[in-house]
């Protein structure tokens, strides 16, 4: 399973645009990029999932450069309530039983 | 339900109890997943069911842990004679399948386990 490392905190304030890059240089050719969210005493929300240019939903954006060996999950003008951890996960959804594994996460502060 | 539900939302156990923890999956989610988070980290894997098979229990810490899946519907965690090291978050997740479409992970709200 690919390692990922990302920035242990971020502090931001309201109204701006958040931007957590994740490191995965060993990622391998059948995995994607997923991304959760854990508030405070609720288990982890899916954010996003991406393999490989731009994904965009209505909460969140992924940019993922050609090489793969990073991303990075864009929060458009966050609020108080975006305050969270931040998961980057990398493996192969296509296997059975995939199973995520969790690093450390981000802390990310939003100040008002 | 609309998402997985876990019980008991919360609990307490005098050390050397045992528990047993209750995950409801989506309906007609085939793979449920089982994950231990500690105070300030990120979930860390237990075990794996396809439908009642449990495919993969490599994660899970200790032969006091033990999880089913009769029915290929809920699935119970079970933790005998508990110990102080067991107080964790113990996160219950589902999806649809496995391969390239429905395979999102959805999480429950975790059943908090303090053993005293």
């Known amino acids: 399973l690919a390692k990922t490392t990302q920035p242990i905190s971020m502090d931001s304030y309201e109204g701006q645009e958040v931007n957590i890059t994740c490191s995965h240089n060993?990622?391998?050719?059948?995995?994607?990029i997923t991304w959760y969210q854990q508030f405070p005493s609720q288990g982890p929300r899916f954010i996003i999932q991406?393999?490989?240019t731009k994904v965009t939903n209505e909460v969140a954006s992924l940019f993922i450069p050609a090489d793969r060996k990073s991303s990075t999950l864009s929060l458009p003008r966050v609020s108080l309530s975006d305050t969270a951890v931040y998961y980057c996960?990398?493996?192969?959804?296509?296997?059975?039983?995939?199973?995520?594994?969790f690093g450390g996460g981000t802390r990310v502060l939003v100040k008002p | 339900g609309a998402g997985v539900s876990q019980s008991p939302r919360y609990k307490v156990a005098k050390r050397g109890q045992d528990v047993a923890l209750r995950c409801d999956p989506i309906?007609?989610?085939?793979?449920l997943f089982w994950y231990q988070q500690a105070l300030g980290q990120g979930p860390e894997f237990l075990t794996y069911?396809?439908?009642?098979?449990?495919?993969?229990k490599s994660g899970l810490p200790s032969d006091r842990f033990f999880a089913e899946r009769p029915e290929g519907s809920v699935s119970t965690l079970k933790i005998q004679r508990t110990q102080q090291e067991d107080s964790a978050v113990y996160l219950c997740?589902?999806?649809?399948?496995?391969?390239?479409?429905?395979?999102?992970?959805?999480f429950g709200e975790g059943s908090w386990l303090t053993v005293v």
């Open positions: 997740a589902s999806s649809l399948s496995y391969g390239s479409s429905g395979n999102t992970i959805y």
């Open positions: 060993n990622i391998a050719t059948n995995d994607y």
């Open positions: 991406g393999y490989k």
């Open positions: 996960l990398v493996g192969d959804i296509t296997a059975a039983g995939n199973k995520l594994t």
């Open positions: 309906s007609g989610h085939v793979s």
């Open positions: 069911f396809q439908n009642e098979a449990q495919l993969d």
